[in-house]
């Protein structure tokens, strides 16, 4: 059991046999009176958010998550396939779920998948994956658009923007929390 003390970002809790995290926190103490801590949070389900005030005696459950290490094997549609990498079993999880983590998951990569009640409700990517560059337009010397970068297409079907001498074949490194461009890696 948590008490409001205890909250803060990133918390994950139990709220009427829902997973919630805490996106933001603030604690104030009146002058009178007990303090008083402000949360917003989502629901980890469903993925609505609201904003809630607790008072320092309120409890809250742990909730119960589960991470397991699974391998990316397939999609097939609008279902991504997984596998466990202890008991081998396999399960899908929708496009829907998954949302722009799609743009960097390549088959057999590791993923760590958070589950509660023994359903898949979110994945954890590594934080920089490595994908090949499959169509890039030549960059134009002398072009004076105003930005010295181009749109590229990755392995995936994922577009963002890179740097001029980056071309087809190339291997690139994509943070995957921002999307963004980090490196080319070299073979």
Not at 53 to 77: C, H, I, V, W
Not at 103 to 131: A, G
Not at 139 to 146: I, R
Request: aromatic content about 12%.
């Amino acid at each position: 059991m948590y008490s409001a003390s205890d909250l803060r970002k990133g918390l994950k809790i139990q709220i009427d046999g829902d997973p919630y995290i805490i996106t933001e926190f603030e604690f104030s103490k009146p002058g009178k009176g007990q303090a008083l801590y402000r949360c917003k949070m989502r629901n980890m389900i469903s993925g609505n958010q609201f904003s809630q005030t607790y008072r320092s005696n309120d409890k809250f459950e742990k909730a119960a998550l589960e991470e397991r290490k699974m391998q990316y094997l397939y999609n097939q549609g609008d279902e991504y396939h997984f596998m466990d990498t202890e008991s081998y079993e396999q399960l899908f999880i929708t496009a829907e779920q998954l949302g722009d983590n799609i743009n960097f998951m390549i088959d057999n990569m590791e993923i760590d998948v958070l589950f509660f009640d023994n359903k898949p409700i979110d994945v954890s990517l590594p934080i920089f994956v490595n994908l090949e560059v499959t169509k890039a337009d030549p960059w134009v010397k002398g072009d004076t658009s105003g930005t010295d970068t181009k749109p590229v297409t990755v392995e995936t079907g994922f577009v963002l923007q890179v740097p001029p001498f980056v071309e087809e074949g190339d291997k690139i490194q994509i943070d995957t929390r921002t999307g963004n461009y980090v490196t080319r890696v070299k073979e």
